[in-house]
């Protein structure tokens, strides 16, 4: 008799539980001088995410912190299903994980809405003390992954075994393609599914969160 794996979901934020990019919606929203060429920057790889995201809040004076905080929190539009699928996780008790490149100040406020426990939910953080927004690091690539990440997606997800559990990712992005190779089960839209289709990944794409459910209670029924 063999034991089923527990499942467990690992969830981007921006773009995936979100509708849009925070971080891109912020810094175009105070748009600060410079912040295009470092964006261009990301583009062509010339420069890691980290450093540019990094480069990017530099921009951006502490004297508008509260300014940019509510914004942050405030233009985040929920992509419709979303505690639906929490619900689902819960009846089901599959382990739900935020891996989120985004950062503290929005990411927090905006999940907590959703009853997930901060334990549960990987971001990057934010340090207003000095003069300039500067971002902070703590979850940075382990010794296996050398894309200096920022928060490093695939690092979490080490530390929950394939020989333990089915690994379900769910994700929009580029930077959710590292993190997909390692999973059991991709949930992808936009260019995950576009990287997908490229390298010949086995994959579902999903709009809503209730298209998720559905597919996770057919799973359920093999
Ligand atoms: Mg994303
Ligand atoms: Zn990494």
New binding site residues.
């Given amino acids: 008799m063999t034991t089923a794996k527990k499942r467990i979901i690992f969830c981007d934020f921006d773009g995936t539980i979100t509708v849009n990019d925070n971080i891109i919606a912020i810094i175009k929203h105070f748009n600060p001088p410079g912040w295009e060429d470092i964006a261009n920057s990301v583009l062509s790889q010339q420069i890691s995410i980290r450093d540019g995201v990094g480069q990017m809040f530099r921009l951006l004076p502490t004297s508008i912190k509260q300014e940019v905080v509510e914004y942050g929190i405030n233009n985040v539009q929920i992509r419709d299903g979303f505690a639906e699928l929490l619900q689902y996780c819960k009846d089901e008790q599959i382990e739900f994980y935020v891996t989120s490149g985004g950062i503290d100040f929005f990411v927090y406020p905006v999940l907590a809405r959703f009853g997930i426990p901060e334990d549960h939910i990987y971001c990057n953080g934010s340090d207003f003390s000095g003069k300039q927004i500067e971002i902070t690091w703590p979850h ?3 010794g296996h ?5 920022g928060m ?4 979490i997800m080490r530390r929950f075994p394939a020989t333990e559990f089915e690994r379900i990712i769910i994700g929009d992005s580029v930077t959710d393609f ?1 993190g997909a190779k390692l999973a059991d089960v991709v949930f992808s839209r936009h260019y995950l599914t576009d990287k997908c289709k490229e390298l010949g990944l086995p994959h579902t794409e999903f709009i809503t969160f209730h298209d998720i459910v559905d597919e996770l209670k057919k799973e359920r029924t093999v």
């Avoid at 992954?145 to 990440?149: A, R, W």
Wanted: proline letters at 8%; glycine letters at 0%; aromatic letters at 0%.
């Fill in positions: 940075p690539c382990d992954c050398t894309n200096d990440c490093c997606k695939t690092t590292e």
